[in-house]
């Protein structure tokens, strides 16, 4: 038998077998995936839509704990912001409070040598979503891009900001860094703690669940509900939040690859009078997520959803808003990944005064975006629309 024909085997049969391996992981996990229903809670809920607030409360909420410290961030980063926040969990570990770190095995980059230092001063740590058996290429794709915080078990943050120098604006390829981050006091933070240990307990490591984990909590203002989703039953929520807008629904994104459910409910919102907005990056930040995108625009731009690409750096915010009445803040993004393959934490807040908070952001970032046209997106250049066909091969990962 010829090399080539050999080759051409091999290819095929590998391909073969990613498929196989990829169908029948992802089915095994929306078997095991659990409808997490939770109670409406009342809290105190702080906005964070800048990375300098976001870590300022952070690392200030840190530093004041007493009993535990529980993190888990898909992305930790080795730089300087990241080193200042494993220097808090170090010195709090050293003065006998209880710390837990866990991060995305693939997500994190944290050296070897600043893990044992950690472990050395009695920090707990872990890596989630190990790739294993016998869906090696499906759980290497599955991520936990969830990001908590948790201290004493009353003060609990959600939201998309990972910890690293970029999510301060310091990379010169993005510039300012988008996002939004939720600090939550008292009420819901118990949910967050849940999620946690359980996300813990997934990981192999034991503990044993004290008082202290759930002490007793404050009631609030804001009513929410926490949302933790394990690659199934988002995309059904996010269908169910779009059916029943009225009047407007703003969608925040940094990747939109919808599929077609999702595309087809935006469309029938337009077409039924609903104001559709939609705000993405104009700058991509992984190879073809762009690219991925583009295939979809069409069909919005042509029922007058109005697409915004944001310039002045790089968006990473998620959120919706549906008639001004709900708001959804989390980690998951609007597309493929989250919907069916990561495991995700969201929060649907209630409160019309914090939602009106949200939208003037969103507002502004409207007002720093480029509206996308029907006639700019039909005179965009043949190489991109040679990428935009690579992407859609393997949208399905994005």
Request: glycine share 8%.
């Amino acid at each position: 038998m010829n090399g080539w024909v050999m080759t051409i085997i091999i290819v095929i049969a590998i391909f073969a077998w990613l498929r196989i391996d990829f169908v029948l992981g992802r089915r095994q996990q929306r078997n095991e995936a659990t409808r997490h229903v939770q109670e409406t809670r009342y809290s105190d809920v702080t906005f964070l839509p800048t990375g300098d607030e976001f870590f300022k409360r952070l690392f200030a909420d840190i530093e004041q704990a007493t009993d535990h410290v529980h993190l888990l961030f898909y992305i930790i980063k080795d730089d300087h912001i990241s080193g200042k926040m494993l220097k808090i969990l170090e010195g709090k570990a050293k003065e006998g409070v209880t710390v837990r770190l866990l991060v995305d095995k693939l997500g994190s980059h944290i050296p070897k040598k600043k893990l044992k230092q950690l472990k050395k001063a009695g920090v707990n740590f872990a890596y989630s979503h190990p790739v294993s058996f016998p869906y090696l290429f499906f759980t290497l794709n599955r991520r936990n891009h969830r990001k908590l915080a948790i201290m004493d078990g009353r003060v609990g943050y959600i939201g998309g900001y990972n910890v690293g120098d970029e999510y301060l604006g310091r990379d010169p390829k993005f510039g300012p860094w988008r996002d939004f981050h939720l600090r939550l006091d008292g009420d819901g933070v118990q949910d967050l703690q849940g999620q946690f240990l359980q996300d813990w307990q997934t990981a192999k490591q034991k503990y044993m669940t004290k008082e202290a984990h759930y002490p007793p909590l404050k009631k609030g203002e804001t009513p929410l509900r926490i949302l933790p989703t394990d690659g199934s039953y988002l995309e059904e929520t996010f269908i169910a939040l779009i059916r029943q807008a009225k009047e407007t629904i703003i969608i925040g994104t940094p990747y939109y690859i919808p599929g077609k459910a999702i595309q087809k409910e935006l469309i029938a919102a337009s077409q039924r009078g609903v104001d559709v907005k939609l705000i993405i990056p104009k700058k991509g930040d992984h190879p073809l997520v762009k690219e991925a995108a583009f295939p979809y625009f069409e069909s919005l731009l042509k029922v007058d959803i109005n697409v915004y690409q944001y310039y002045r750096g790089f968006f990473h915010a998620k959120a919706m808003v549906i008639d001004k009445q709900v708001c959804d803040i989390g980690t998951a993004n609007c597309d493929q990944r989250s919907f069916h393959i990561n495991h995700e934490i969201n929060c649907l807040i209630y409160d019309t005064d914090f939602i009106k908070r949200v939208l003037n952001e969103l507002e502004h970032d409207i007002s720093i975006s480029e509206r996308l046209t029907i006639e700019a997106y039909q005179n965009r250049p043949l190489s991109q629309k040679g990428k935009e066909k690579v992407a859609k091969l393997v949208s399905g990962l994005l």
